[in-house]
T-cell receptor, first 111, second 111 residues
Framework: GQNIDQPTEMTATEGAIVQINCTYQ??????LFWYQQHAGEAPTFLSY????GLEEKGRFSSFLSRSKGYSYLLLKELQMKDSASYLC????????????FGTGTRLKVLA | DTEVTQTPKHLVMGMTNKKSLKCEQH?????MYWYKQKAKKPPELMFV???????INESVPSRFSPECPNSSLLNLHLHALQPEDSALYLC??????????FGDGTRLSIL
């Protein structure tokens, strides 16, 4: 079966660093994506990993280990506006590319 | 500004009504998607169109009928919906296997 797991909720303090983990078991793998979604809004793309290793984009970094079926999103210098849901999604292929979303992690940033 | 445009932003309809949701993108993406999202849940894939052909239908009830008139447009026709169909409906596009770009969604309420 296809399974993507994330912690349901996390809390962190403004200015701190937080790591959101994602583990996956899928048939076929073409890439792993991280999205941010504020309440009532559409998901917005943050980061994308195809190969093992770390991808850095400003305050956001994402890591992938394909052999372990594991990824994390690292958010540095947290700001209040980072309070949102963070969605991990895996792209798989069974003839057509399909994106499977994890359960999402709700992050609360406290002052 | 979002690159994927969805209309209407809000829709209230009775269970006997027929309505349509519209989605448009001009990024040249060849894959387009419909998702349903309930509060505090991840997006749930409904349909995938690849090169204007329906490639994935995730066992969606026939009261939802997708249509792809051309490579830039995607419609979702609604008929005889149930109260449990009330949700945020998201359209997305991608250049497979890259990241998906989401529209702002249509918030649908069934009376």
């Amino acid at each position: 079966g296809q399974n993507i797991d994330q912690p349901t909720e996390m809390t962190a303090t403004e200015g701190a660093i937080v790591q959101i983990n994602c583990t996956y078991q899928t048939s076929g793998f073409n890439g792993l994506f991280w999205y941010q979604q504020h309440a009532g809004e559409a998901p917005t793309f943050l980061s994308y990993n195809v190969l093992d290793g770390l991808e850095e984009k400003g305050r956001f970094s994402s890591f992938l280990s394909r052999s372990k079926g594991y990824s994390y999103l690292l958010l540095k210098e947290l700001q209040m506006k980072d309070s949102a849901s963070y969605l991990c999604a895996v792209s798989t292929t069974s003839g057509t590319y399909k994106y499977i979303f994890g359960t999402g992690t709700r992050l609360k940033v406290l002052a | 500004d979002t690159e994927v445009t969805q209309t209407p932003k809000h829709l209230v309809m009775g269970m006997t009504n027929k309505k349509s949701l519209k989605c448009e993108q001009h990024m040249g993406h060849r894959a387009m998607y419909w998702y349903k999202q309930k509060a505090k849940k991840p997006p749930e894939l409904m349909f995938v169109y690849s090169y204007e052909k329906l490639s994935i239908n995730e066992s969606v009830p026939s009261r939802f009928s997708p249509e792809c008139p051309n490579s830039s447009l995607l419609n979702l026709h609604l008929h005889a919906l149930q109260p449990e169909d009330s949700a945020l409906y998201l359209c997305a596009s991608s250049q497979e296997p890259g990241p998906q770009h989401f529209g702002d969604g249509t918030r649908l309420s069934i009376l």
